[in-house]
């Protein structure tokens, strides 16, 4: 079995200062890990994945994520948030050869 | 670049109406998936297909059927269409059914249904 818990349903920061969205998994094999966003009105996009390689994944457009295994976690994080951020942010796990569990997402609103 | 297109990007049906969403990739990809999207569920999946006229049941299938004729096209067909129905519906495309390999996304149908 897996899940996602994806902590915060909405996360507001301004401009320029770092952005943090949490993820929480669970898996009953070693898991890939995975993160997309959604800008409105668009599919899908691909920003990183953890695929059991190095811990500390980078991504497009400046995010990484840190895989934890004993915290069961993969946050995704941003040192400095841009407008064209906001978006919505999907966690997803597959376990073994599993298809993806998607977390509920988190909506990413950057202010001025 | 993989492209996943999506034949309608936005659609309106009566309650009772059969709904066909066509869904097409151009990788040779040989898993498909459709899911729902609705606000504060993320995507709950429909139904994925693995093969030519292979199909398996996701999560929410009720009220769905699903058909795949040819190796890129993968279709989503409501029976008879009911307002609950009414959501985003994402098409999905990848290499391998799950484990490292990441999905391709099409850009969505909305559909809503009166």
């Known amino acids: 079995a897996q899940s996602v818990t994806q902590l915060d349903s909405h996360v507001s920061v301004s401009e320029g200062t770092p952005v943090l969205l949490r993820c929480n998994y669970s898996?009953?094999?070693?898991?890939?890990l995975f993160w997309y966003v959604q800008h409105p009105n668009k599919g899908l996009q691909l920003l990183l994945k953890?695929?059991?390689?190095?811990?500390l994944v980078k991504g497009i457009n400046g995010f990484e994520a840190e895989f934890k295994k004993s915290e069961t976690s993969f946050h995704l994080t941003k040192p400095s948030a841009h407008m064209s951020d906001a978006a919505e942010y999907f966690c997803?796990?597959?376990?073994?050869?599993?298809?993806?569990?998607f977390g509920r997402g988190t909506s990413l609103i950057v202010h001025p | 670049d993989v492209k996943v297109t999506q034949s309608s990007r936005y659609l309106v049906k009566r309650t009772g109406e059969k709904v066909f969403l066509e869904c097409v990739q151009d990788?040779?990809?040989?898993?498909m998936f459709w899911y729902r999207q609705d606000p504060g569920l993320g995507l709950r999946l429909i139904y994925f297909?693995?093969?030519?006229?292979?199909?398996e049941k996701g999560d929410i299938p009720e009220g769905y059927s699903v058909s795949r004729e040819k190796k890129e096209r993968f279709s989503l067909i409501l029976e008879s269409a009911s307002t609950n129905q009414t959501s985003m519906y994402l098409c999905?495309?990848?290499?391998?059914?799950?484990?490292?390999?990441?999905?391709?996304f099409g850009p969505g149908t909305r559909l809503t249904v009166t």
């Open positions: 999905a495309s990848s290499l391998e059914a799950g484990g490292t390999y990441e999905q391709y």
């Open positions: 898996s009953s094999y070693s898991p890939s």
């Open positions: 953890y695929t059991s390689a190095a811990t």
């Open positions: 997803a796990v597959s376990g073994g050869s599993y298809i993806p569990t």
């Open positions: 990788m040779d990809h040989e898993n």
């Open positions: 297909s693995y093969d030519v006229k292979m199909k």
